[in-house]
């Protein structure tokens, strides 16, 4: 059983708080759904989970050790689909995708991370002439290839996973996402759309809202 | 080591698919020299004493010219935070990426320093010192100029503020290949021996620079890139 957990989290972007006294916990086989409007701080939580980004306070957490202190292993134990696509348009499908497999050092297994998405038919076509939602696939594909290598992330950070999905590609992701649930993987989502899945939900406020309750509260 | 080759082998892919780029720094190193003779004047003599130092300074400015995508290209479309996440090391990034650059930029700007030298009517004598001197003087154009990249990424007018960051770093590469070509044919009067003596010393300096560039700034790109990502 593994655990994520953060504790009175406080994150800062440009010197502006943008969370603060954030807490929550997720164990194996579980989600944890972020919603709340836009600029309430998803984004930058999912960063920090990830690791790129460093508190201004409080903890996170792996199993009760602190994830900044082991870098490498967590890293290695995440997959993050950010709210860009990384897609490169210079690059066709089959290419963007072999290059997340080289770079996460396992064996290339293409074909099945194409067919996750229905994206074989478009496998050799240059990225830049994919629509918004093609695109938003062929991202999640990474999810697909992490799932098909032998050593699959534990934990999934994804920023509004279906934004631009057609509903068969939607569906598409929600068996992706309950097969890693049931392997006892972990999911923090953010979004902003029902997802389909009993899952915990974690309800940031914009700035605005907290400061207006502070002053109420005074 | 497979994370590294995927990294370099995309970025030379990108790099050759978008080959217009390529030709603009090796057309800019050219237009740009080709200024010269006309604003000194088209005399032979004047034009020999500043031929090769033309060719240093221009493939300085012209080797600035690719820089500002280096990492922006990724910063830009999220790339840089899957890269950052993988197991491939920030400091093995910063290395792929100043390869990628040399051998983007710096190959393609020693293939075409002779034709410049020729326009310029270099003495026959300098063309392989000068060469010499741009092999080694190039990779640090590269790894100093992927430093500046990853430290001017994401602010605006970032290509203006790496030029002005970058450019006082590179006048110890050009003093360096300068003074060995100065050494080149029968320059001051100085005995074959003492030249060779001369130019050798200087590639040695130049060599230096590399080394000492190789072993730095990797550490000090990858920090860049770190602090970078925090935003």
Redesign the interface.
């Known amino acids: 059983m593994a655990e994520l957990s953060f504790d009175n989290l406080a994150l800062e972007?440009?010197e502006r708080r943008i969370v603060d006294g954030v807490s929550a916990r997720v164990a194996s086989g579980a989600a944890l759904l972020l919603l709340g409007p836009n600029g309430s701080g998803k984004s930058s939580l999912l960063?920090a989970l990830?690791?790129?980004?460093?508190p201004a306070g409080g903890t996170i957490a792996w199993d009760g050790a602190d994830i900044f202190g082991q870098a490498?292993a967590h890293?290695?134990r995440?997959c993050?689909v950010?709210?860009?696509?990384?897609?490169?348009p210079?690059?066709s499908v089959a290419?963007n995708l072999?290059?997340?497999?080289?770079?996460?050092?396992g064996s290339p297994n293409i074909d099945a991370a194409l067919a996750a998405f229905a994206l074989a038919p478009l496998a050799d076509r240059p990225a830049r002439f994919l629509s918004a939602g093609q695109k938003r696939r062929l991202a999640l594909s990474?999810l697909a290839l992490n799932s098909l290598s032998p050593r699959p992330a534990e934990l999934w950070l994804l920023d509004e996973p279906t934004t631009a999905l057609d509903s068969a590609s939607r569906q598409a992701f929600l068996d992706l996402l309950r097969g890693h649930l049931q392997r006892g993987g972990l999911a923090v989502i953010a979004t902003h759309e029902e997802i389909g899945l009993p899952a915990k939900t974690l309800v940031l406020e914009s700035p605005r809202r907290r400061r207006e309750a502070a002053g109420a509260a005074a | 080591m497979?994370?590294f080759?995927?990294?370099l082998?995309?970025d030379l892919?990108?790099a050759y698919?978008?080959g217009i780029d390529g030709w603009v720094v090796v057309l800019f190193f050219l237009a740009a020299g080709i200024l010269f003779p006309f604003a000194i004047g088209p005399e032979p003599n004047a034009l020999m004493r500043v031929s090769t130092g033309v060719v240093l300074s221009m493939a300085a400015l012209a080797a600035l010219l690719s820089l500002d995508r280096l990492y922006q290209a990724d910063f830009d479309?999220?790339?840089l935070?899957?890269?950052?996440?993988?197991?491939?090391p920030l400091e093995l990034t910063a290395l792929s990426k100043a390869l990628v650059h040399w051998l983007s930029t710096g190959l393609p700007l020693l293939a075409a320093a002779p034709v410049l030298a020729l326009m310029l009517n270099a003495p026959v004598a300098h063309y392989l010192p000068m060469l010499v001197a741009l092999a080694l003087a190039t990779p640090a154009l590269s790894l100093l100029g992927g430093l500046g990249a990853a430290l001017t990424m994401g602010s605006r007018r970032g290509g203006i503020l790496l030029t002005l960051l970058i450019l006082p770093l590179y006048v110890p590469v050009l003093i360096f290949a300068a003074g060995a070509i100065g050494f080149a044919g029968d320059a001051a009067g100085l005995s074959a021996e003492a030249a060779g003596r001369g130019f050798g010393a200087h590639l040695l300096l130049l060599a230096g620079i590399d080394l000492a560039l190789l072993a730095v700034t990797p550490w000090a790109t990858a920090a860049a890139l770190r602090q970078a990502?925090?935003?």
């Open positions: 972007r440009a960063r990830a690791g790129l980004m460093p490498e890293r290695a995440l993050f950010g709210h860009q696509d990384a897609v490169k210079g690059l290419e072999r290059f997340w497999a080289g770079l996460a050092g990474r | 497979k994370a080759l995927a990294l082998r995309r892919l990108l698919r978008q479309d999220g790339s935070d899957q890269i950052a996440l993988s197991p491939l990502l925090r935003a």
